[in-house]
C-alpha cells in the first residue's frame, strides 16, 4: 500500500486539466521556439515561405482545433450519458480517467493554444524573416501531430462508451487492484486472522466523516504505533463504509491514545465515492451492477450476464493463486483478510438472484462456483458450497421445468462435492 501523499499525486496525474495545462505550457514554448530552429534551417527557405504563408497556416489551424474540440468534449459527455445508461454510472469514473481521451483533447488544446500565441507574436512583429521560418517548421511539426492524434481519436471513437469495451476496463482495473492487494494482503502487517487476538482493552479510534474509505496509509499508522508504543488493528479497510459510530482502528498499549487519534484519521482517505485503486471488492461490484442490469426486464440481455460471470471467474482466479509469504513491514500493525465469502457476495450471489429465473445464468453461476472449488478448495472451496446452495434455492423456486432444476441441482452437488474434497 502506497503511502497516502503518493497515492494522491497519483489520482492527481489522471485528472484532465493537468495534461491539458501542461500540454497548453508545451504550445506556448513551442510557438516561441521557432526563433531557435531558424537558425537549423538553409537561409533559402527564407526568400520561399514568407509571412502570409505561416499567417495563414495558422488561422486555420486556430479556427480547426476550437471547432475539434469543441466536438470532442461533446463527444465525452455523450458517452459518459451512455455508459451510465447502459452499463452503470459507477464505470463512468473509468472513462472520466481515460487517458487517451485526455491525451487527444489536450493536443486539440495545446494545437489552438499554440496556433494563437504564433498569430500573436507574428502580429506583433516578433518574428523576422528567419524566424518566419522556424516558426513554419514548428508548425508543420504541430499540423503532423494533430493529423496523427485525429486518426486516433477516430479509431478510439468506434468503441469509447460502449459495454463491452466498458466493462473490460472495469475488468482491468478490477484486475489491478486484486493483484495488488494479493501481494500485500495484509498491508504490510500481521494478519489478524483470530478477532481474539485483538486486546479487550484496545481503544477504538471513531471516524470524523462520513464516507468511503478510498486509501490507507500502513507506513503512517505503523509509525503512529511506534510513537505511542503500542499497536494498531484495522478495522476499516479500503472500500469500508464509515462513519461518527464507526472505529477505524483499535489501538492497544498507546500512552495517550486521544493524542493519537489525529495522526491516525490523517492515514485515512475518506470520500464521497468507492475508487477502483484499493479496492478490489468495488470492481467486483460494479461488474455485478452491469450483469444486473443486462438481466433487468427492461435489457433483457442474458449474454452480457454471461460475460461478466466469465470476467468474474477470472478476477476470483487472481485471488485464489498462491502467493509467498507476505513480508511483516510494520510490525505494530494487524490486519484482517478479505474474506471469501464476502468476494462471493460482491459477485456470484447478485447475479444467481436477478437471474433466478434463466437456466443458462444458473448453469454459468454453479459451473463458475464449481471451477473456484476446484482451483482453490482450500480459499475457495467451503464458500463456494454455500453460494452453491443459496443460487440453488433460488432457481427451485424460480425455474418452472423440473428437468431445469434437477440439473441445477445436480451441478450444485459438483461443487459441494469439490468442497469436501478439499
Same mark, same amino acid.
Given at each position: 500500500?502506497?503511502?497516502?501523499?503518493?497515492?494522491?499525486?497519483?489520482?492527481?496525474?489522471?485528472?484532465?486539466? $493537468?495534461? +491539458?495545462?501542461? !500540454? %497548453?505550457? *508545451?504550445?506556448?514554448v =513551442?510557438?516561441?521556439? @521557432? #526563433?531557435?530552429?531558424?537558425?537549423f534551417?538553409?537561409?533559402?527557405?527564407g526568400?520561399?515561405?514568407?509571412?502570409?504563408?505561416?499567417?495563414?497556416?495558422?488561422?486555420?489551424?486556430?479556427?480547426?482545433?476550437?471547432?475539434?474540440?469543441?466536438?470532442?468534449?461533446?463527444?465525452?459527455?455523450?458517452?459518459?450519458?451512455?455508459?451510465?445508461?447502459?452499463?452503470?454510472?459507477?464505470?463512468?469514473?473509468?472513462?472520466?480517467?481515460?487517458?487517451?481521451?485526455?491525451?487527444?483533447?489536450?493536443?486539440? $488544446?495545446? +494545437?489552438f493554444? !499554440? %496556433?494563437? *500565441?504564433?498569430?500573436? =507574436?507574428?502580429?506583433? @512583429? #516578433?518574428?523576422?524573416?528567419?524566424?518566419?521560418?522556424?516558426l513554419f517548421?514548428?508548425?508543420?511539426?504541430?499540423?503532423?501531430?494533430?493529423?496523427?492524434t485525429?486518426?486516433?481519436?477516430?479509431?478510439?471513437?468506434?468503441?469509447?462508451?460502449?459495454?463491452?469495451?466498458?466493462?473490460?476496463?472495469?475488468?482491468a482495473?478490477?484486475?489491478?487492484?486484486?493483484?495488488?492487494?494479493?501481494?500485500?494482503?495484509?498491508?504490510?502487517?500481521?494478519?489478524?486472522?483470530?478477532?481474539?487476538?485483538?486486546?479487550?482493552? +484496545?481503544?477504538?479510534?471513531?471516524?470524523?466523516?462520513?464516507?468511503?474509505?478510498?486509501?490507507?496509509?500502513?507506513?503512517?499508522?505503523?509509525?503512529?504505533?511506534?510513537?505511542?508504543?503500542?499497536?494498531?488493528?484495522?478495522?476499516?479497510?479500503?472500500?469500508?463504509?464509515?462513519?461518527?459510530?464507526?472505529?477505524l482502528?483499535?489501538?492497544?498499549?498507546?500512552?495517550?491514545?486521544?493524542?493519537?487519534?489525529?495522526?491516525?484519521?490523517?492515514?485515512?482517505?475518506?470520500a464521497?465515492?468507492?475508487?477502483?485503486?484499493?479496492?478490489?471488492?468495488?470492481?467486483?461490484c460494479?461488474?455485478?451492477?452491469?450483469?444486473?442490469?443486462?438481466?433487468?426486464?427492461?435489457?433483457?440481455?442474458?449474454?452480457?450476464?454471461?460475460?461478466?460471470?466469465?470476467?468474474?471467474?477470472?478476477?476470483?482466479?487472481?485471488?485464489?493463486?498462491?502467493?509467498?509469504?507476505?513480508?511483516?513491514?510494520?510490525?505494530?500493525?494487524w490486519v484482517?483478510?478479505?474474506?471469501?465469502?464476502?468476494?462471493?457476495?460482491?459477485?456470484?450471489?447478485?447475479?444467481?438472484?436477478?437471474?433466478?429465473?434463466?437456466?443458462e445464468?444458473?448453469?454459468?453461476?454453479q459451473?463458475?462456483?464449481?471451477?473456484?472449488?476446484?482451483?482453490?478448495?482450500?480459499v475457495?472451496?467451503?464458500?463456494?458450497?454455500?453460494?452453491?446452495?443459496?443460487?440453488?434455492?433460488?432457481?427451485?423456486?424460480?425455474?418452472?421445468?423440473?428437468?431445469?432444476?434437477?440439473?441445477?441441482?445436480?451441478?450444485?452437488?459438483?461443487?459441494?462435492?469439490?468442497?469436501?474434497?478439499?
Open positions: 500500500m502506497t503511502s497516502k501523499w503518493f497515492w494522491l499525486m497519483a489520482l492527481a496525474t489522471r485528472k484532465l486539466w $493537468l495534461q +491539458a495545462v501542461l !500540454f %497548453a505550457f *508545451v504550445s506556448v =513551442a510557438a516561441l521556439a @521557432g #526563433l531557435a530552429v531558424a537558425q534551417l538553409p537561409e533559402v527557405f526568400q520561399r515561405i514568407g509571412a502570409q504563408a505561416v499567417d495563414e497556416i495558422l488561422t486555420i489551424l486556430a479556427s480547426s482545433m476550437l471547432a475539434v474540440t469543441t466536438f470532442s468534449l461533446s463527444v465525452m459527455v455523450q458517452a459518459y450519458s451512455a455508459a451510465s445508461a447502459s452499463v452503470t454510472p459507477r464505470a463512468t469514473q473509468l472513462l472520466i480517467e481515460d487517458r487517451t481521451t485526455h491525451t487527444v483533447l489536450a493536443t486539440f $488544446l495545446g +494545437a493554444i !499554440f %496556433a494563437l *500565441v504564433g498569430l500573436i =507574436a507574428l502580429k506583433s @512583429g #516578433l518574428y523576422d524573416e528567419s524566424g518566419q521560418v522556424g517548421a514548428v508548425t508543420l511539426a504541430v499540423v503532423a501531430a494533430v493529423v496523427m485525429v486518426m486516433r481519436w477516430i479509431e478510439h471513437l468506434t468503441h469509447f462508451g460502449r459495454v463491452r469495451e466498458t466493462t473490460e476496463a472495469v475488468e482495473a478490477a484486475a489491478r487492484a486484486m493483484k495488488e492487494r494479493r501481494g500485500a494482503t495484509f498491508l504490510g502487517g500481521h494478519a489478524l486472522t483470530d478477532p481474539g487476538r485483538v486486546p479487550k482493552g +484496545a481503544r477504538p479510534i471513531l471516524a470524523t466523516q462520513t464516507g468511503y474509505v478510498q486509501h490507507v496509509d500502513s507506513a503512517a499508522l505503523s509509525a503512529c504505533a511506534e510513537a505511542f508504543g503500542g499497536e494498531v488493528y484495522l478495522e476499516a479497510q479500503p472500500g469500508t463504509f464509515v462513519h461518527s459510530a464507526r472505529p482502528v483499535r489501538v492497544s498499549g498507546f500512552e495517550d491514545p486521544e493524542a493519537a487519534s489525529a495522526r491516525v484519521r490523517a492515514a485515512f482517505t475518506v464521497d465515492r468507492r475508487s477502483f485503486d484499493n479496492d478490489p471488492r468495488f470492481g467486483l460494479v461488474l455485478t451492477e452491469i450483469a444486473s442490469r443486462a438481466l433487468s426486464p427492461g435489457v433483457n440481455d442474458p449474454g452480457t450476464a454471461i460475460d461478466v460471470i466469465g470476467r468474474v471467474l477470472r478476477l476470483l482466479a487472481l485471488w485464489a493463486e498462491p502467493q509467498p509469504a507476505e513480508e511483516v513491514r510494520y510490525p505494530r500493525l484482517p483478510p478479505m474474506k471469501p465469502d464476502d468476494l462471493l457476495d460482491d459477485s456470484l450471489a447478485p447475479i444467481a438472484r436477478d437471474g433466478a429465473a434463466l437456466i445464468i444458473q448453469i454459468r453461476v459451473k463458475a462456483l464449481l471451477a473456484l472449488a476446484q482451483m482453490a478448495p482450500g475457495f472451496g467451503e464458500a463456494a458450497a454455500t453460494e452453491a446452495r443459496r443460487a440453488l434455492e433460488l432457481a427451485v423456486a424460480a425455474l418452472v421445468l423440473d428437468s431445469e432444476k434437477e440439473l441445477v441441482a445436480g451441478l450444485a452437488d459438483e461443487v459441494a462435492k469439490a468442497a469436501r474434497e478439499a
